[in-house]
């Protein structure tokens, strides 16, 4: 298996923007994820795509952030708008989905090794 790769984490003002991206070589054409993990807390599911292109939100992220692939290109895209303090945390993508929830962590069995992703006030 290849492992996914993610970049373009950072830090950003409190309604500002940032653009995930994972290479994952292999997986694009299948249903992909992106969870966070903030420090003392488990791990969430915040999007995912299905091999047709059919997206799911977590509830806290809808109408913010906008999971997107280009299978050709062997990429996986997070657009995050509006940040706020809560979204910061550590980002993963995830691929070799086994079936079930798309955003149960358990469901993946290939991962990044994270993006650092940093909203201050």
């Known amino acids: 298996q290849v492992q996914p790769v993610e970049s373009g984490g950072g830090s950003v003002q409190a309604g500002g923007s940032l653009t995930l991206s994972c290479a994952a070589s292999g997986y694009s054409r299948y249903s992909m994820a992106w969870f966070r993990q903030a420090p003392g807390k488990n791990r969430e599911g915040v999007a995912a795509i299905d091999a047709q292109g059919t997206t799911t939100y977590a509830d806290s992220v809808k109408g913010r952030f906008t999971i997107s692939k280009d299978s050709a290109k062997n990429t996986l895209w997070l657009q995050m708008n509006s940040l706020k303090p809560e979204d910061s945390a550590m980002y993963y993508c995830?691929?070799?989905?086994?079936?079930?929830?798309?955003?149960?962590?358990?469901?993946?069995?290939?991962w990044g090794q994270g993006t650092q992703v940093t909203v201050s006030s």
């Open positions: 995830a691929a070799g989905w086994i079936g079930g929830n798309r955003l149960d962590d358990r469901r993946y069995d290939n």
